[in-house]
């Protein structure tokens, strides 16, 4: 903590770092930032934080922070600062040039989830209202947009069903895939709060992940099955709840389709999906899987929490969908302690998605195809939008190597280190005629842009966050931007610089524009949340005070929906090549590529990526703990440390991807899920070997 006196004033804001969306206290001296302090009336945290979002604020003054536009002809020439009319102009010309030349589709748009709901709106507005096509996406792309496909499909809408206080209620949680310990610090503290007072927990999970066995915990079943097998292991729950005849029929038949019950009934009673059946694919005993399938459907209220380890698989949208069957055939959903709960990597991966940044859906997941949805953003943005959804990221970097996607506004997101398959992601960047990052420091897709536009910090900035609880959280300027500008004006100077004529001047307005043209927020203002502290969408005229849990009375879809989940192989396999399985993930230092983190303290406690490794593949390639490492796949290879651990199973090997030094994501391949285009970031067949260093 930087202690500089008693503070004369503070600013209550949001942490832009995970999706707990942790109330802070900003105190200040003068302008001077003094210390966070964790707000003890704030809803999602109630005066706790971890120690990323304390301490981990020392970016925003950081030298590396770039405050002045700067442009260049090509990519091989040095950057030349400008001011901000000559930079909107230079980025305008080229954008606008392209289009004249390839078409009004050769131009788009990635957003991030840092970015706030008003940004969001504004980017996706931009590319509809101004661009004239959907090719607006977002980072959400490549972490939970199978929730989006999933949970829509069987619910009806793309949420989490609770709020974080339902945990407190909950007899069973079943974690799957997902490292609260790392990734979400304080919801875990909760979490754990509750398997102390007694719940049991179920974790499937390849790693032995903290929550599993710590100080006074330890899970009822771990499940460590193999990358890849989630849609096995989900269906074979499925299976023991069903020919045991551990379903709630009550529920499924006064809330779901009943034939469609009857339908995946008959698919998942089938021998085929028995634990025994499936134990040699999955790896899980199957004693442990029976038992756990047991467990969760007559231990009480039984909540699921899910992360990355779900979505980010070929079969990412079928494992949620699994998560979903199992809730409604067992009856938990729609009271507290129950639910299926994504866990949100980032601080508004809710929010990009509720805010229309994907290519086929506008604000409040309405698809662009329906004619009356387009018709109150025509109306409201006096436009005509395309019907066609536009290009997801993939699809973006595909036509860009094939030469018919030329122009990028990529806001808050560094694909070049985020994103699966390096390789081809330079060579998407590399083909197209305007490049334009928007960002706080020139980050590893600056290396392939011709326009540099500063982006402010969330402590210079106005607007809102909505969590992994759907509660919609205030974001209050703490200091005036160094740059000059907020994100969302940057992004209204671009569109009047190709030709709109926006005048917002305050981000309560853009919010004010999302709650006349979106129901889910219809109820949502500044004065509210300044009345309120915070609230959960949906938010109207039915529900003012907004709606902490989903699906109380009916699915938002009507009668909730069973569906089949055939478990299909990923495409990606081992052999003698590359024997081994490579998982990614976070760690509780860092946030993400670790573009803010490596700029505080932080870097510290983590100074670089390493390799997990069990003893026995390590002693089998005769490497030692700290050896250095070659780590190789078809995509490519790259070389780190190797740490010794049974935290991996024999034949899985697992690291993070903070550090662009490590390149981890050199290694992952372009393999994707079947309904979304999410990365398979968890399934990597690679070898390790012993290696000299970098
Ligand atoms: Fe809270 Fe997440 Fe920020 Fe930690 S990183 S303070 S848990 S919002």
Known sequence: VIELGTPERSVITTCAYCGVGCSFKAELNGDQLVRMVPYKHGKANRGHSCVKGRFAYGYAQHKDRILKPMIRETIDQPWREVEWAEAMAFAAARLKGIQEKYGRKSVGVITSSRCTNEETYLVQKLTRAVFGNNNTDTCARVCHSPTGYGLGKTYGTSAGTQDFDSVEAADVVVVIGANPTDGHPVFASRLKKRLRQGAKLIVVDPRRTDIVRSAHIEAAYHLPLKPGTNVAVVTAMAHVIVTEGLFDEDFIRTRCDWDEFQFYVDFVSDPRHAPENVELLTGVPAADLRAAARL????????????????????????????????????????????????????????????????????????????????????????????????????MLDAAVEGTFKGLYCQGEDILQSDPDTKHVAAGLAAMECVIVHDLFLNETANYAHVFLPGSTFLEKDGTFTNAERRINRVRKVMAPRNGYEDWEVTQLLANAMGANWHYTHPRQIMEEIAATTPSFAGVTYEVLEEKGSVQWPCNATVPDGTPLMHVDGFVSGKGHFMVTEYVATDERTGPRFPLLLTTGRILAHYNVGAQTRRTENVAWHPEDVLEINPHDAEFRGIKDGDWVRLASRAGETTLRAVLTDRVAAGVVYTTFHHPSTQANVVTTDFSDWATNCPEFKVTAVQVSPSNGP
């Open 296 to 395: 969760y459907a007559t231990g009480g209220n039984g909540a699921i929490y899910y992360g990355l380890g779900v979505t980010e698989h070929s079969q990412g949208s079928t494992t949620v969908i699994g998560i979903a069957n199992l809730a409604m055939l067992t009856g938990n959903i729609g009271r507290p302690g129950v639910g299926v709960n994504p866990l949100r990597g980032q601080n508004n991966v809710q929010g990009s998605c509720d805010m229309g940044s994907f290519p086929h859906e506008l604000p409040g997941y309405r698809h662009v195809k329906m004619p009356d949805v387009r018709a109150i953003y025509e109306a409201a943005w006096n436009c005509e939008i395309d019907p066609e959804p536009g290009l997801r990221i993939p699809n």
